[in-house]
Nanobody, 117 residues
Framework: QVQLVESGGGLVEAGGSLRLSCTAT??????????LGWYRQAPGKQRELVAT???????NYGDDVKGRFTNARTSAMTTTFLQMNNLGPENTDDYYC?????????WGQGAQVTVSS
């Protein structure tokens, strides 16, 4: 079972930046992630794509964050980072780290991001 631990959420003023981190661990085995990514979810709504990054380094971003957010990862694919710049109140949500491994997806506990206007 893969465990994901997120950190870095918080409160920031509009126009500010935050950096989320997510570290994956697996007991008695290597993580061997294929894709790492971030999704956001507002209360009562479905989770939406924010960004993903593959083992080869290919990235994919939601249309509303392109040019402002950057998804990176360690070479071992055990930690992923989401650098969020020029944040606006519309970016206020819970952000969830996701890891895909052997066709199975795992989720972090969520990091709350609040952007004040």
């Amino acid at each position: 079972q893969v465990q994901l631990v997120e950190s870095g959420g918080g409160l920031v003023e509009a126009g500010g930046s935050l950096r989320l981190s997510c570290t994956a661990t697996m007991w008695h085995n290597s993580v061997r992630a294929n894709v790492l990514g971030w999704y956001r979810q507002a209360p009562g709504k479905q989770r939406e794509l924010v960004a993903t990054i593959t083992r080869s380094g290919s990235t994919n971003y939601g249309d509303d964050v392109k040019g402002r957010f950057t998804n990176a990862r360690t070479s071992a694919m055990t930690t992923t980072f989401l650098q969020m710049n020029n944040l606006g109140p519309e970016n206020t949500d819970d952000y969830y780290c996701n890891l895909a491994r052997d066709s199975v997806g795992y989720w972090g506990q969520g990091a709350q991001v609040t952007v004040s206007s």
